[in-house]
């Protein structure tokens, strides 16, 4: 789960993924447990994420090339 919002992945909801997260199997999840981040924090979250993205991104377009 993205940035352990409660969101599930991209903003689906909860229970929308494969469990592979810290609360696949853990009760804490949903029931009210929200952590707050700090600003270093959040940016270096979003900055794990941009990259994630941006590799994402590059096998997308890897992918229609070979198409």
Do not use: H, W
């Not at 940035?3 to 199997?25: E, I, K, S, V, Y």
């Not at 009760?27 to 994630?52: H, N, P, V």
């Amino acid at each position: 789960m993205p940035r352990f919002d409660g969101t599930g992945p991209m903003g689906r909801g909860p229970l929308t993924g494969r469990g592979m997260g810290p609360c696949g199997g853990g009760m804490r999840c949903g029931l009210g447990y929200r952590r707050t981040y700090t600003k270093a924090e959040e940016k270096e979250i979003l900055q794990e994420d941009s990259k994630a993205l941006e590799g994402e991104l590059k096998a997308i377009k890897a992918r229609l090339a070979e198409l």
